[in-house]
C-alpha cells in the first residue's frame, strides 16, 4: 500500500492530519487550475475551498484504491461548470428584471417567456428515457405522488424517487444552456 492510500483510509476515518496533508500536498496544483478556468484569483481560490469543503464531506467515499488527484480535479472541473450555469441563470433574470419597462405588455411578455421556456423543457425531456419521461410527466403533470406512481407502474417508491432526481438534475444542468438564447 502506498502512503497515499494510507493517507486516503485515515482520511475516510476523520482524521483531521489526513485531510492537512492532502490539503497541503494539492492545494497549490488544484489552485492553478482553477485560476486557469475562473481567470480570477479570488474565484480559484474560492472553487479550490469548495473543493476540499467536498473532500471533506465525501471523505467516507473516496477510494483509496484509485487516483484522488483525478477525483479532485474532477469535483474542481464540475463545481467550475456549476459555477458557469448558476451565472447564466442569474444573468438571465437580472436583465429580465431591468428590462421590465413596461407594465402593460409585462404579462404578456412573460407569458410568452414561460411558453418559451415550456418549449424548452419539452424538447429536453424528449432526450431522457421514455420510462423517465412517463415518470416525470405522472408527478408533474398529473400531480400524481410518488407512491401513487409507484404503485401504478409497479416499481418501487424509491425508483420513482431517483427517476424524477434524474430528469431534475438533467433540467438543472441542460435548462441554463437555452435560456441564454432567451436573451437573445
Partial sequence: M???SKWLIALASGEIWAFDVLYEKYHRALYLFALKLTKNPHEAEE???SVFVTVWEKRQTVDP???FNVYLFSIARNRFYA???KRIVESYYVNYI???DHPVTDDLE???EDNEINEIIQ???QQVPERRQEIFRMSRNENLSYKQIAKKLQISENTV???IRNVLNFLRKELPKYLILLLF
Fill in 98 to 100: 431591468l428590462n421590465q
Fill in 2 to 4: 502506498h502512503e497515499e
Fill in 161 to 163: 424517487d431517483t427517476q
Fill in 65 to 67: 484504491a484509485k487516483s
Fill in 83 to 85: 459555477m458557469l450555469r
Fill in 47 to 49: 472553487l479550490v475551498q
Fill in 110 to 112: 412573460k407569458q410568452i
Fill in 123 to 125: 424538447k429536453l425531456l
